[in-house]
């Protein structure tokens, strides 16, 4: 039994995992409001603003925002959604332990992280392969390496900690779109 599920979902795993593939399946199932912390700052990015320009200098580099930034920006965009949600899959947060422990503090305690697990050069040629089509400034072969780097060094003890939660599911993301959706359906009716 990896945990119970009712409320706010974490979903981790490295660039190129399938997360947002999967909490889009996850959404038209379930019902839950996913929020990508990727898309919020991609957001910001488009936007032109100051923050925004900042950002781009931060992700162009493959480096991590600060945690205080992003942690504000799932605070609002939850408290905007809060009245009309199922609950939350949040996904691509936290990627630090503080981020973690932070958001747990601050906004709402964690009932179930889904891990989705795949290797290294299963991500980075998926990243490659999305590069073609994505215009994401990130999806290219230099920044993929950091972002693989970035995620090993910092998330894999927030992955850690959780597990001695015992809130982790584990979800073997190597194969297809399908098989991996019904591992994810197996922990979510539980």
């Known amino acids: 039994m990896c945990c119970e599920v009712r409320g706010l979902i974490i979903v981790i795993g490295g660039p190129g995992s399938g997360k947002g593939t999967q909490c889009d399946k996850i959404v038209a199932k379930y019902g839950f409001t996913h929020l990508s912390t990727g898309d919020l700052l991609r957001e910001t990015v488009q936007s032109g603003s100051e923050l925004g320009k900042k950002l781009t200098a931060i992700m162009e ?98 992955i850690g900690y959780y597990t001695t939660e015992n809130k982790v599911c584990k979800i073997n993301a190597e194969g297809e779109i399908d098989d991996i959706f019904s591992q994810v359906v197996t922990y979510l009716d539980k």
């Open 61 to 158: 580099k493959g480096d991590l925002v600060p945690l205080e930034v992003v942690l504000e920006m799932l605070k609002e965009a939850m408290v905007a959604k809060a009245a009309a949600s199922n609950g939350f899959l949040i996904d691509g947060y936290p990627r630090e332990l503080e981020q973690g422990t932070r958001f747990e503090k601050e906004v709402a305690p964690v009932e179930c992280v889904l891990y989705f697990e795949v290797e290294d050069d299963t991500m980075k040629s998926r990243l490659l392969k999305r590069a073609e089509t994505s215009g994401r400034v990130d999806d290219n072969e230099e920044t993929i390496a950091k972002r693989l780097k970035t995620f090993h060094e910092h998330t894999e003890p927030v």
